[in-house]
């Protein structure tokens, strides 16, 4: 934790993927190791539609290292990140996940929402632009710059909070974008008062790079286990 402008700072990172996720071979621990390397004061776990590995990266994780209950939910359209949620919402249109996490009282931010290279949002942006309590406008696996402008420029035009989060799908890559929570309370209070800001870097080819080399890891050991159970390869 610093100190700006009087008030204290907290560092998150709101977007890391556990082996949990499809996209990620990261044990629990590494992550929490990760995040502490990086000088983190917290992260979101946020695996695709699961809770699975959360109270497992909080166990890992030092005492004074804040890990977040949540989930990347696939909606019919974009992803959207439901934080200190305690259950997974459903995979549904993006009005009635963002109802689901308000019901658990968590807070509902859209996760890399204008980026063509994955799954954005194109239809009822006016409604989700109400719905919503966040826009990550700082997505480290963008590529392209314009993505991540059109999110923080939907943020702006709409008097959102705008969060960073680095989409981390490796240990190493934590940190990489986070988001600056400025005052105490908790990280949800902080996002409906406003009371944060988006930190860090995008287009991050490399990483895209790596996880499609994992994808095509994990189809060949899949394949293998399918003929020979239980000797595919280790990696």
């Known amino acids: 934790m610093t100190a700006s402008d009087g008030a204290a700072t907290r560092r998150y990172d709101l977007q890391v993927h556990t082996d949990a996720s499809p996209c990620s071979r990261a044990p629990p621990e590494r992550v929490a190791a990760a995040a502490v390397d990086a000088g983190l004061d917290g992260i979101a776990v946020t695996d695709h539609d699961t809770l699975a590995n959360v ?9 004074d290292l804040e890990v977040i209950s949540a989930v990347e939910v696939t909606t019919t359209q974009g992803h959207l990140l439901a934080l200190e949620v305690a259950e997974t919402p459903p995979r549904a249109d ?42 990550e406008a700082v997505n480290s696996r963008c590529v392209c710059r314009r993505f991540n402008e059109r999110a923080a420029a939907f943020a ?20 990489r974008a986070h988001t600056v929570v400025k005052g105490g309370g908790t990280l949800a209070d902080a996002l409906r008062d406003g009371r944060v800001r988006p930190g860090g870097r995008g287009r991050y080819l490399s990483g895209h790079v790596a996880t499609k080399l994992h994808q095509g890891l994990a189809l060949s050991d899949r394949a293998v286990d399918a003929i020979a159970p239980g000797r595919a390869p280790p990696r």
């Open 94 to 135: 993006p009005m009635a996940v963002v109802d689901h996490v308000h019901r658990q009282g968590g807070v509902a931010v859209l996760s890399h929402p204008f980026d063509a290279l994955r799954q954005s949002y194109g239809t009822d942006l006016e409604a989700l632009a109400v719905a919503v309590d966040g826009v």
């Open 156 to 175: 702006t035009a709409n008097d959102l909070p705008a969060t960073g989060g680095s989409d981390a799908h490796f240990p190493m890559e934590l940190g």
């Open 55 to 63: 109270e497992a990266v909080r166990n890992a994780a030092p005492d």
